[in-house]
């Protein structure tokens, strides 16, 4: 998985105190931080305090682990919990200059790509995709298997299940209030994806929504209602026009058309 040219061999290096990993230059390690045998960090590589990183992973040029989260004083989600330390499981894939917060969990075999964002409180299943550009927002669950593509927007307090299928420029929404008044801050709500639901690109989600099981919603589609399980959804605002076609559910697919037979 680690595919290095000769011209990376020679310019990393090994440390004594962690056997086995692979240091490209200007790599900078914070304390109390462990990582697995045969993993691989590129140049320009941050790993913050407390950190800990898998067996086998690939971390491209320029990735950081376990920021700290920047708040403004007006920020809508002051929080001052106590975040545990990032946690990256083993054979992950990390892309060039990609983030990832502390308070982040993120599974085996994860892929997340060149410039992706991972904000605190964010679990992610195992073999998920983050695509290039997306930005996973605080106290997000993504569940197992999930792709979410190319500069998806994933607002804060949002939850996808197992198989789902998220297409890119997606938009998520929690704050039904754009901003303004102290009432919206008792009603944000992210968005909730049930277990193989799909959103087509572009599609706008309002807060609070749940799109149900193997729903579909199609491309530039803007939910204002929950999607009923199995329907697809079109259009603004998105309506049901028909069922998932039966080859097309979670049931039917095998593991190259999104399931996991
Ligand atoms: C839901 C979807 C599958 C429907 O496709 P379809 O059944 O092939 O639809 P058709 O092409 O037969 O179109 C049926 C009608 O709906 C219209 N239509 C199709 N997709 C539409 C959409 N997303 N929004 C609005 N109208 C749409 C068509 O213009 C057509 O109208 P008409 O009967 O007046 O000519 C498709 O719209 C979609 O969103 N696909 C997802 C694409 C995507 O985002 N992929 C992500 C990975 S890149």
């Given at each position: 998985m680690n595919a290095l040219t000769r011209q990376d061999c020679m310019t990393m290096t090994f440390r004594s105190e962690y056997p086995g990993v692979l240091f490209g230059r200007y790599v900078v390690i914070g304390e109390d931080v462990t990582i697995g045998p045969g993993t691989v960090l590129g140049n320009n590589v941050v790993v913050h305090d407390g950190s800990s990183i898998g067996c086998n992973v690939r971390i491209d040029d320029g990735v950081v682990i376990?920021?700290?989260?920047?708040?403004?004083?007006?920020s809508a989600m002051a929080s001052d919990?106590?975040?545990?330390?990032?946690?990256?499981?083993?054979?992950?894939?990390?892309?060039?200059?990609?983030?990832?917060?502390?308070?982040?969990?993120?599974?085996?075999?994860?892929?997340?790509?060149?410039l992706a964002t991972v904000r605190e409180q964010v679990t992610i299943g195992e073999m998920s995709i983050i695509g290039r550009g997306v930005a996973v927002e605080n106290m997000v669950t993504i569940?197992?298997?999930?792709?979410?593509?190319?500069g998806a927007y994933i607002t804060a307090m949002s939850s996808i299940g197992d198989f789902c299928f998220v297409a890119p420029e997606v938009t998520f929404t929690n704050d039904n209030y754009v901003g303004r008044t102290e009432e919206r801050f008792k009603h944000f709500k992210g968005v909730t994806m049930q277990v193989g639901s799909r959103i087509g690109a572009n599609a706008t989600v309002l807060p609070g929504m749940?799109?149900?099981?193997?729903?579909?919603?199609?491309?530039?589609?803007?939910v204002t209602k929950d999607v009923p399980s199995r329907a697809i959804v079109m259009g603004s605002p998105a309506r049901v026009i028909r069922q998932v076609p039966a080859d097309q559910l979670l049931s039917a697919a095998t593991p190259r058309s999104g399931g996991s037979q």
């Open positions: 376990g920021k700290e989260p920047l708040r403004s004083r007006l919990v106590d975040l545990e330390p990032a946690s990256i499981g083993d054979e992950v894939l990390i892309g060039t200059h990609a983030v990832i917060y502390r308070g982040a969990t993120v599974g085996n075999s994860v892929l997340i790509a060149d569940g197992r298997r999930c792709k979410i593509e190319t749940v799109i149900g099981e193997d729903a579909l919603v199609a491309a530039g589609s803007i």
